[in-house]
């Protein structure tokens, strides 16, 4: 498959971000950071474009890798050029088509931005019509406790998200929300809890961590 989900495994990061720690923003030696991003790159055998992600809803078509844009989703029509989405508990939504691929930074706030619909919508724009998406590994809707407001505030647009009757806590399965915005697709769930996987990135866990990634090419 033209799509990989990555782990913490097999790289050359020191603890507490050891040892694939693709994030460049997380206090890892960037030396390090540059490894494991180039050993990345070999095994897929293609360069790969990066975002500087801030939790909005702003979608960036590249061409190149020669720069890293700021924002939360990134679109290609170019073979041979791969994008990628770094995660520590957020949702990593791929999406592809026969025209473009994309890789999507699905947090709380972007659910709520509707970051997902914006880049399928610019997807279509360039042309894309059956449209694949994978759901990578993410917080579990078991372990996403969160405060009142903002639970109020996710379970009255996407009422899916509400995972409280199952746990009797405050707790927000954003996968089952974004699923509502992915109905127009081909979905492949392939989602498995980051805070209960001992070798995966998960922020909520242990605060100081690195970043594994989904990446995507066509």
Partial sequence: MPF???????GVSKSPFDSANLGDHVGDDPTAVNENRSQLESQIGMPIVFMNQVHGDTVVL????????????????????AVAV?????IPLLLKSDVAV?????????????????TIDAMRDLGAEQIH??????????????GSDIYEE????YPASDSSIRTGKKTLDLVAGLKTDLKDTILLDLSSCVLEDKN???????????????????
């Avoid at 990989?4 to 097999?10: A, C, E, K, Q």
């Avoid at 590249?62 to 050029?81: F, G, M, R, Y």
């Fill in 4 to 10: 990989i989900f990555t782990n913490r495994l097999g």
């Fill in 133 to 146: 998406s994978y759901i990578g590994p993410n917080i579990c809707g078991g372990c996403y406790e969160v």
């Fill in 154 to 157: 996710v379970i009255s647009k």
């Fill in 200 to 218: 995966t990135f998960s922020y909520r866990r242990d605060g100081t961590t690195g970043r594994q990634a989904g990446v995507i090419w066509l």
């Fill in 62 to 81: 590249v061409e190149n890798n020669e720069s890293t844009p700021t924002c939360d989703a990134l679109i290609t029509t170019e073979h041979k050029l």
């Fill in 86 to 90: 770094m995660v520590a508990d957020c």
């Fill in 102 to 118: 994309a890789a999507v930074h699905v947090g709380r706030k972007g659910l709520m931005n509707g970051i997902a619909r914006k």
